[in-house]
Structures are given as structure tokens and as C-alpha cells.
């Protein structure tokens, strides 16, 4: 089985600060890792992936996201938040080990992020 | 470029109406698609997923049904809505099963 864990409901941040958003995942063998973002009433937009290689991943809008092994951690970080990046953030792994006939890919159950001006 | 699109944006149905949500992506060919809810603005739950025309996986029981009669064409329906089937309901496609995926504007269903 495969879980995904974003341990913050909310983080805030002052705008220009480093941000920092918390994800945490288990799977049998090794993990296909992503991160997208959500506004307000909008679909899902796709930020990074980590399938395999560096593990420091960059990806849209300046994000990236760092992945520990040794931790099953797949920390969303940026260096300067914008106010402009307040949204909802949602982490989703999937088992490379999983057989052919399984598409699910675990979503976490989101972390709200607000950028303070 | 690839855009997936769905429609209406909006509904508010009453309880024991059907239902009819299309999905359509556009500038791929043979797509994987999924169908998601996402229940107070959090969790998705994934409700469907295909992978080619007339191949419908269903992920949880429930009154909704999905079709795909055309390669880049999902439909979400239902006979008889529930008030426990409101909620923003998600299309997305995929390339092959490890590719990430792209998600539709969403439809927002209020059952009353």
C-alpha cells in the first residue's frame, strides 16, 4: 500500500521568506513523487515531479522539492515566497512496484499555505 | 499544446435527478483519464480512471458511473443524485500511468 502525509493543515509565511511545505510518504518499493497547486475553485496545476535522478528537483514558479530517501521525505521548499503563492499544496506518491493494472496515485490531504504581505 | 476542458462549471441539482459531467482533452491522443472528487476544498478521491475507449475502472462503489465513448471524451453521470454527491468534481489525463497529471478547471455539484 501507498500513503502520503502532509503533517501541516496551514503554514504561513512573510512574504519574502523562505517557504517550506511538508511531505512525508510510504511505499513498498521506490516512489514516483509530485507536487501541485491549487487556487481557490480551480483544478489541480502540476509543480514538480521526481521520478528518478538529483535528488533536488526543480520545478514551475521558482519552486523545488528535495528528496530524502533515508527520510521518505519529499520536502516543496522556495527560496522568496510571494503573496502571490498563497494556495493549496498537495503532495501524491506512486509505487513504481505497483502492478500494471493499478493507476492510483495518492494524494496527501493538502497543506494551505498564506503568504503574509 | 494539450488543454483538457469541462463542463458545466457550475451545477446545483436537486436529489434524485440525473447527472451528466463531460470531460474533453484536446492535442494527445489515447490519453489515460481520471475522475476525482475533492469533498471541502481538501482530499482527492479518485472515482475513475481509463485507459482506452470503452475501459472504465471504477476505484469505490457508489451511484456515479463513468463512460469514455470516444478517445479524448469522459463522461460522468449518475441516475439518481445523492445530497452525499456534492462536491468539485475533477477531470485529469495522463500520458502513461507514471507521467504526472493534468487537471480540468473542475465542476462544482450542489445536490439539494
Known amino acids: 500500500a501507498q500513503s502520503v502525509a502532509q503533517p501541516e493543515d496551514q503554514v504561513n509565511v512573510a512574504e519574502g521568506n523562505p517557504l517550506t511545505v511538508k511531505c512525508t510518504y510510504s511505499?513498498?518499493?521506490?516512489?514516483?513523487l509530485f507536487w501541485y497547486v491549487q487556487y481557490p475553485n480551480r483544478g489541480l496545476q502540476f509543480l514538480l515531479k521526481?521520478?528518478?535522478?538529483?535528488?533536488l528537483v526543480k520545478g514551475s514558479y521558482g519552486f523545488e522539492a528535495e528528496f530524502n530517501k533515508s527520510q521518505t521525505s519529499f520536502h516543496l521548499k522556495k527560496p522568496s515566497a510571494l503573496v502571490s503563492d498563497s494556495a493549496l499544496y498537495f503532495c501524491?506518491?506512486?509505487?513504481?512496484?505497483?502492478?500494471?493494472?493499478?493507476?492510483?496515485?495518492?494524494f496527501g490531504k493538502g497543506t494551505k499555505l498564506s503568504v503574509i504581505p | 499544446s494539450q488543454t483538457i476542458h469541462q463542463w458545466p462549471a457550475t451545477l446545483v441539482q436537486p436529489v434524485g435527478s440525473p447527472l451528466s459531467l463531460e470531460c474533453t482533452v484536446e492535442?494527445?491522443?489515447?490519453?489515460?483519464l481520471y475522475w476525482y472528487r475533492q469533498a471541502a476544498g481538501r482530499g482527492l478521491q479518485l472515482l475513475f480512471y481509463?485507459?482506452?475507449?470503452?475501459?472504465i475502472s471504477s476505484e469505490v462503489p457508489q451511484n456515479l458511473s463513468a463512460s469514455r465513448p470516444q478517445d479524448r471524451q469522459f463522461i460522468l453521470s449518475s441516475k439518481k443524485l445523492l445530497l452525499s454527491d456534492s462536491g468539485f468534481y475533477l477531470c485529469?489525463?495522463?500520458?502513461?500511468?507514471?507521467?504526472?497529471?493534468?487537471f480540468g478547471p473542475g465542476t462544482r455539484l450542489t445536490v439539494l
Open positions: 481509463s485507459v482506452g475507449i470503452g475501459q
Open positions: 501524491a506518491v506512486r509505487d513504481m512496484r505497483s502492478g500494471a493494472g493499478s493507476y492510483q496515485l495518492t
Open positions: 485529469a489525463w495522463s500520458v502513461t500511468v507514471i507521467n504526472e497529471q493534468f
Open positions: 521526481y521520478i528518478t535522478g538529483d535528488n
Open positions: 492535442g494527445t491522443s489515447n490519453p489515460n
Open positions: 511505499v513498498s518499493g521506490n516512489p514516483y
